[in-house]
């Protein structure tokens, strides 16, 4: 069973810059493939960036695609995302995920077996 545990999130002005982190405990972290995803009110829970389980493959959501960064640190336990130029359209609830086994990045939610509590993100125009 894995644990998930998102932090950083906040109220951030559009333009800013906010770094999300995601500790993982309970399993073997470098053999999930991680996710973020995210669910504005109302609306349905969107990927927004994708890695796989070394690191080296990643996805992104068209919306984020330029701004946002997803990366990770095995020997931590740990899954990034950083998010550059901030806009109020990226303001939702942030969700880390895992999925298990190799491959490459999935972009889907029902892919995922494990996920976090959640994190809200504010971006205020």
């Known amino acids: 069973q894995v644990q998930l545990v998102e932090s950083g999130g906040g109220l951030v002005q559009a333009g800013g810059s906010l770094r999300l982190s995601c500790a993982a405990s309970?399993?073997?972290?470098?053999?999930?493939?991680m996710g973020w995803f995210r669910q504005a009110p109302g609306k349905q829970r969107d990927v927004v960036a994708a890695?796989?389980?070394?690191?080296?493959?990643?996805y992104y959501a068209d919306s984020v695609k330029g701004r946002f960064t997803i990366s990770r640190d095995n020997a931590k336990n740990t899954v990034y995302l950083q998010m550059n130029n901030v806009k109020p359209e990226d303001t939702a609830v942030y969700y880390c995920?895992?999925?298990?086994?190799?491959?490459?990045?999935?972009?889907?939610?029902?892919?995922?077996?494990?996920w976090g509590q959640g994190t809200q993100v504010t971006v205020s125009s």
């Open positions: 995920a895992a999925s298990t086994g190799y491959g490459p990045p999935r972009p889907k939610a029902d892919e995922y077996d494990y």
């Open positions: 309970g399993g073997t972290f470098s053999r999930y493939g």
């Open positions: 890695l796989n389980w070394s690191g080296d493959t990643t």
